[in-house]
């Protein structure tokens, strides 16, 4: 098993990268980081599960752990 990091998860190449994971079950997210989505980094962390998750605006951050 090899374990990954994914910065920028929640955009284009994130997205994308994320759609290997699913399709391989060789890797496995440890960290995610992206810059603003909330929603889209919630999602993603309820999907799969990392050890680290981290957001660029501290704003965003704040929201993040009221969810």
Request: proline share 3%; charged share 25%.
């Given at each position: 098993m090899k374990?990954?990091?994914i910065l920028g998860s929640t955009g284009?190449?994130?997205t994308q990268t994320l759609e290997i994971v699913r399709n391989n079950p060789d890797l496995r997210v440890v960290a995610l980081a992206a810059g603003?989505?909330?929603?889209?980094?919630?999602a993603?962390?309820?999907?799969?599960?990392?050890?680290?998750a981290c957001?660029?605006?501290e704003d965003?951050?704040?929201?993040?752990?009221?969810?």
């Open positions: 374990n990954i990091a284009s190449i994130g603003s989505s909330v929603e889209k980094m919630e993603q962390i309820r999907e799969f599960h990392p050890s680290k957001m660029w605006s965003a951050a704040a929201d993040l752990r009221v969810k």
